[in-house]
């Protein structure tokens, strides 16, 4: 348990615009907020903190970019962050977007699983998020200390969205599940557990070692599992024309411009792509992350197929 005082939490939204075909400049935030807030400039970097209790609403837009994808999604930014803002530009075109806000205020704009998900899957998903940032910001154990050691908002650590504009429908259940668990944490010895955490498995977990190359923890043990079955990703079949295959793999310079594939197999670690005159053994993960790079830039309308969330959601496949 954590005392009631609340902790404050750093974390880093990257709103990137890289240099090239992707987009040319930042995106301009514009943002809301009343009564006006305190405003600080810095070299690089300007910070805005709200009044007591209040929050920002932030409209971020991307500049238009030139793009081979049919359908360029232009990117967006849109939601209130309950916190004090730092916005930092780099040489490179980034502007990053520091929030600084109360920690429990932070698991409220965690987006990790559905909404609609019962409320004891909520809170379990809760208190492994609560224990996950503990374990990655460097907290000390102390209650009502500052946390300066910020923590990525997507995917690489947790996704934070803030407070979605306009509202996430079953959010409050969300938010419910927040406070139903307030200063509940998963420890190992005295300390806050690093609690991973992932989709759909195959049908056993792995080690932290083997996923992350980190120290072997004693509670991150391979089990086998027999729970994904639910899951609309734990079976998946994916068709994919020769003719398409060539046409993503030639857009990521994996194969020739002009051959036809003729056979495609699995052969460990590897997929052989072959052809009339010509043949690739291309790596397993470079042509999983081709394909889902240029399947739903070339052919949006076709890819990814259902409910997957890539073309092909997984490393753990076969192919015929």
Known sequence: MIDGRPLVLAFVMAVACTRG???????????????????EFSGARVSVKPPRDGSFLVHG???????????????????????????????????????????????????????SWPPAALEAQVIAARSYALAHIGWAGQAGETLQKPICSTTDCQVYRGTPVPLTPGIRRWESAVQRTQGQVLLYGDRPADTVYFSTSNGHTYG????????????????????????????????????????????????????????????????????????????????????????????????????????????WNDIA
């Open 21 to 39: 075909s992707e987009s040319a400049a930042p995106p301009t935030p514009t943002i809301a907020s009343t009564p006006a807030p305190q405003t």
């Open 208 to 315: 932290n070692e083997q996923v992350f190359g980190s120290s072997p923890l004693p509670y991150l043990r391979p089990v086998v599992e027999h729970n994904d079955g639910a899951s609309p990703t734990s079976h998946w079949r994916v068709t994919l024309p020769f003719t398409d295959l060539a046409t993503f793999l030639r857009a990521g310079d994996l194969w020739p411009d002009g051959a036809r594939i003729s056979a495609v197999r699995r052969t460990g670690p590897n997929v052989r792509v072959a052809g009339p005159g010509t043949s690739r053994s291309i790596d397993a993960g470079e042509f999983r992350a081709t394909v889902n790079t240029w399947a739903p830039c070339l052919m949006p309308a076709r890819y990814p197929t259902g409910v997957l969330p890539t073309t092909i959601p997984s490393d």
């Open 61 to 115: 837009l991307y500049p238009k970019s030139q793009s081979s994808c049919k359908h360029a999604h232009r990117g967006t930014l849109e939601a209130r962050y309950p916190g004090a803002l730092s916005f930092r530009s780099a040489e490179d075109g980034t502007v990053s977007i520091v929030v600084t806000l109360p920690f429990e205020r932070y698991l409220d704009g965690i987006a990790e699983v559905p909404t």
